[in-house]
């Protein structure tokens, strides 16, 4: 096994991987009770999982993202990682995460390994999300279901673990001015709760002495 299979998976059991982040909160304490700027976020609380998919090639691994259809209802065109709402038949956020990454890209889930779980990143519109991270074989074969997904893409796992290629950016809501999550990377802008998931995921991926 790897270095960085070895980390992610020790550092997955650590309570600060598994603590519920509110995302927006963190970066924009000086916002938090506004009620203009949390009339953007919705009550309705709406539970999901997503995939964090590590392609297992040794030293040279990376991250499977999605760049969402732009005929979707919602987030269209951003750029997310597979997954989506948890429905009822779902056995656990696991089964829910599997799911829907065989749907968006036909990922086989015979061809993932869960490694465990982040704890739940509550983002806007009322999302709970759980991102369960999972090392995909080399081999697997993928492909976009073309009502939900134009692209499918990899970030090197190696610019993840960078903690100097994730910031912040400032973005205005009715006038406030209120900060966001961010990785660009190539061609690729990926903000908001994706860019947050992606920032805690950096964080079990730093040894001790990153600390």
Not at 8 to 23: C, E, F, G, P
Not at 85 to 110: Q, S, Y
Request: proline share 5%.
């Amino acid at each position: 096994m790897t270095s960085w299979r070895h980390r992610i998976t020790d550092n997955l059991q650590r309570y600060s991987a598994q603590r519920v982040r509110a995302l927006f909160n963190e970066i924009n304490p000086h916002l938090v009770g506004d009620k203009l700027f949390e009339s953007r976020w919705s009550d309705i609380r709406r539970d999901a999982a997503v995939l964090v998919p590590v392609v297992d090639r040794g030293d040279d691994a990376g991250v499977i993202l999605t760049v969402r259809s732009s005929e979707m209802p919602s987030h269209a065109g951003q750029i997310s990682f597979p997954g989506g709402k948890v429905e009822k038949n779902d056995e656990n956020r696991v089964a829910t995460a599997l799911r829907e990454a065989n749907e968006e890209i036909a990922l086989d889930p015979n061809e993932v390994e869960i490694a465990g779980a982040l704890g739940v990143h509550q983002g806007g519109l009322g999302f709970s999300v759980t991102p369960i991270v999972g090392f995909v074989h080399s081999n697997a074969k993928l492909s976009p279901c073309p009502r939900e997904v134009d692209e499918i893409f990899e970030v090197p796992l190696s610019h993840v673990a960078n903690l100097d290629n994730h910031v912040t950016e400032e973005r205005i809501h009715e006038g406030i001015h209120y900060n966001m999550f961010a990785i660009p990377y190539g061609r690729f802008h990926i903000w908001g709760l994706t860019a947050g998931i992606l920032r805690t995921f950096a964080e079990t991926l730093q040894g001790d002495e990153d600390r």
